[in-house]
């Protein structure tokens, strides 16, 4: 179950990804702006203008602290994932059989994203950690099919 193969890998990444923006857009974007705009049982239907609440904005010094960790963890789940997922992608194109590298960098991507998103500090970091083995065993491989 742990050791995936590398388009599974890809697959795992690409959920991770599309599930951290929806929960991004419903819990905070959709909920969290209705409810301060007031809206939440009027005009529910539609997702609100979030460029006037201060809340929402990058760098106010109100900024929600659920909101403040949870859109830096997507931000860096972002970065993680630009680098990764094409990485396991082309490892899937070739058949390398590079699975460890791409598993650990999936399970890894998944789990940072859960620990910081929901507990924050410090319980990401075994993950970020793993994720730079994963990455770097990547690497490897993809250096020693290069040269």
């Not at 860096?76 to 899937?92: G, M, Q």
């Not at 999936?106 to 994203?113: D, L, N, S």
């Not at 319980?123 to 793993?130: H, R």
């Amino acid at each position: 179950m742990f050791l995936l193969s590398a388009l599974k890998s890809a697959a795992v990444i690409c959920a991770n990804s599309f599930v951290a923006k929806v929960y991004v857009t419903a819990r905070f974007r959709y909920l969290l702006a209705n409810t301060i705009k007031g809206n939440l049982w009027k005009k529910a239907y539609r997702l609100p203008d979030t460029s006037e609440i201060k809340e929402l904005q990058d760098g106010h010094l109100k900024q929600d602290p659920t909101w403040k960790r949870v859109r830096a963890t997507q931000l860096n789940e972002v970065e993680w994932t630009s680098i990764c997922l094409p990485l396991c992608l082309y490892f899937a194109s070739k058949s390398s059989g590079d699975d460890l590298a791409c598993s650990i960098m999936a399970w890894t991507q998944v789990g940072y994203t859960v620990a910081r998103g929901l507990l924050g500090y410090p319980y990401q970091m075994p993950f970020a950690v793993l994720r730079y083995v994963g990455l770097g065993l990547g690497v490897k491989n993809l250096w020693d099919m290069a040269f």
